[in-house]
C-alpha cells in the first residue's frame, strides 16, 4: 500500500506538471503512453498466442495522435481507415491469422481513439484566465491573514479552457477509483462482476459514483466556476463509465491470462491497469462537453 501511494503521489505531480504545460510536452507525453499501452496490449495477446501487428499498429497510432494534435479530425479518421486496412491486407500479404488482424486494429481502435480524445481535450479551448475562486480566496486571506506570497501567487495562476478541462477529467476519474476501492474494502459484500473482476462491489461502485459527482462539483463547480448541475451529471456518467473502462481491461487480462498488464508504475501495473478508466472517461467527457456547450 505504501509503494502504491507514494507512486501515486509521483505521478500527481508529474501529470499536473504535463497538464499545465499543455503543448508538445502534453501530446508528446500523450502519445508515450499510448505506445506503452500498446506494447503492453501485443504482450498481453502474444502470450494468448494471437500476435497482432506492433509496428504498423504503432506507426498507425503516432499518426492518429499527431493529428489529433494539430486538430486535423478528418486526418485522424483517415490513418484509422487506411491503417485498419492495412492491417488487414496482411492476412494476403504475410499469412497473418484473421483473428490476429482484428485483434490488431481493435487495440488501435482501443487505445488511439480515446487518447486521441484526451489530447483533444487538453486543447479545446486556449484562452487563459484567472481561477475566480483562487483569486477570491486570496482575497480573503489577505483582508484576514495580511498577505502571504504563496496565495498571492496561487491567486495568479491561469487556466485555459483545455487545461480546466482535463483536470476535471483526471480529478474525477481518480476520484471514481479510489473511492470504489476505499468504499469497496470497508464495506464491500456484493459483488459487481464477479466474473471478471471479483474484487468490485456494488456498494464500492455506488460509493464511486456519490465521491465522483462530489469531486466534479467541487473542482469543476466551485474552483472552476461551471454549471452545477453539468458538473454533477458528468460526475455520475464518469464514475459509471470509468468502471466499466476497468472491467473491460479486466475482462482483457483474464482472456490472455496476465495479472497485470505491466510493471511500469510500481503498485500499479502498467500503462492500461493505471489509464483503463481514462480511456472511457476521455470521450465521454469530450461529447459532453461538446453536446452541453460549457466552454
Keep these: ?161 483545455g487545461c480546466e478541462l482535463v483536470w476535471i477529467l483526471f480529478a474525477c476519474t481518480w476520484a471514481s477509483d479510489t473511492f470504489a476501492y476505499f468504499i469497496g474494502t470497508a464495506i464491500g459484500s456484493h459483488r459487481l462482476a464477479p466474473s471478471i473482476s471479483p474484487n468490485k462491489s456494488v456498494e464500492g461502485f455506488l460509493g464511486s459514483i456519490v465521491g465522483t459527482t462530489l469531486t466534479a462539483v467541487v473542482v469543476g463547480t466551485f474552483l472552476f466556476g461551471y454549471p452545477l448541475m453539468q458538473m454533477a451529471t458528468i460526475g455520475a456518467i464518469l464514475a459509471i463509465v470509468a468502471t466499466l473502462g476497468d472491467l473491460v481491461e479486466s475482462s482483457i487480462k483474464r482472456f490472455t491470462g496476465v495479472k497485470d498488464s505491466g510493471i511500469l508504475i510500481p503498485g500499479h501495473g502498467g500503462v492500461l491497469d493505471r489509464f483503463d478508466s481514462i480511456l472511457y472517461t476521455a470521450p465521454v467527457f469530450y461529447y459532453f462537453i461538446l453536446v452541453s456547450k460549457i466552454i
Design 1 to 161: 500500500m505504501a509503494l502504491r501511494i507514494i507512486t501515486g503521489i509521483i505521478g500527481i505531480i508529474i501529470s499536473a506538471i504535463v497538464i499545465q504545460l499543455g503543448g508538445a510536452p502534453f501530446a508528446g507525453f500523450a502519445i508515450l503512453l499510448a505506445l506503452i499501452g500498446w506494447y503492453e496490449y501485443y504482450s498481453a495477446f502474444t502470450r494468448a498466442n494471437i500476435d497482432t501487428s506492433f509496428f504498423l499498429g504503432a506507426f498507425a497510432l503516432i499518426l492518429m495522435l499527431c493529428c489529433a494534435w494539430l486538430g486535423n479530425i478528418e486526418e485522424l479518421l483517415a490513418v484509422l481507415t487506411l491503417g485498419s486496412l492495412a492491417i488487414f491486407l496482411l492476412t494476403v500479404l504475410f499469412s497473418m491469422r484473421p483473428h490476429e488482424a482484428f485483434v490488431s486494429v481493435g487495440g488501435l481502435c482501443y487505445l488511439g481513439l480515446p487518447f486521441a480524445h484526451l489530447i483533444m481535450l487538453r486543447f479545446f479551448a486556449d484562452e487563459p484566465h484567472q481561477v475566480r475562486s483562487l483569486v477570491d480566496f486570496h482575497n480573503f486571506v489577505s483582508e484576514n491573514l495580511g498577505n502571504i506570497n504563496f496565495f498571492e501567487t496561487l491567486s495568479n495562476l491561469n487556466f485555459d479552457g
